[in-house]
């Protein structure tokens, strides 16, 4: 059974940062292509950052662009989504995701496995 649970969502102010994780159980995060989404209400989920399985690079979306950066430890399993000089923009519930596939998506529809997410609330 997959398992995806994030964790180290929370209260920031403005400016601040933070670090979320995502421990997998079920899954070897080194095969899969990992990647964050965030999610408002009323709002689609939206696509933060990915890393890819075979080579590592990584991809972001414009808006959190120099911002964040998204890592994995493949000996605890686990993926990392570092977020700098946050905006209350970026307030949302975070969510990581597991896509067994070759090519890297953007979608989420694309995505095998889902964590339950993370809030994260960034203060003015």
């Known amino acids: 059974q997959v398992q995806l649970v994030e964790s180290g969502g929370g209260l920031v102010q403005a400016g601040g940062s933070l670090r979320l994780s995502c421990a997998a159980s079920g899954l070897t995060v080194s095969l899969y292509t990992m990647a964050w989404f965030r999610q408002t209400p009323g709002k689609e989920r939206e696509f933060v950052a990915a890393t890819r399985w075979n080579t590592g690079n990584t991809y972001y979306a414009d808006s959190v662009k120099g911002r964040f950066t998204i890592a994995r430890d493949n000996a605890k399993n686990t993926v990392y989504l570092q977020m700098n000089s946050l905006k209350p923009d970026d307030t949302a519930v975070y969510s990581c995701?597991?896509?067994?596939?070759?090519?890297?998506?953007?979608?989420?529809?694309?995505?095998?496995?889902w964590g339950q997410g993370t809030q994260l609330t960034v203060s003015s």
């Open positions: 995701a597991a896509d067994g596939g070759v090519v890297l998506s953007r979608s989420p529809p694309a995505y095998d496995y």
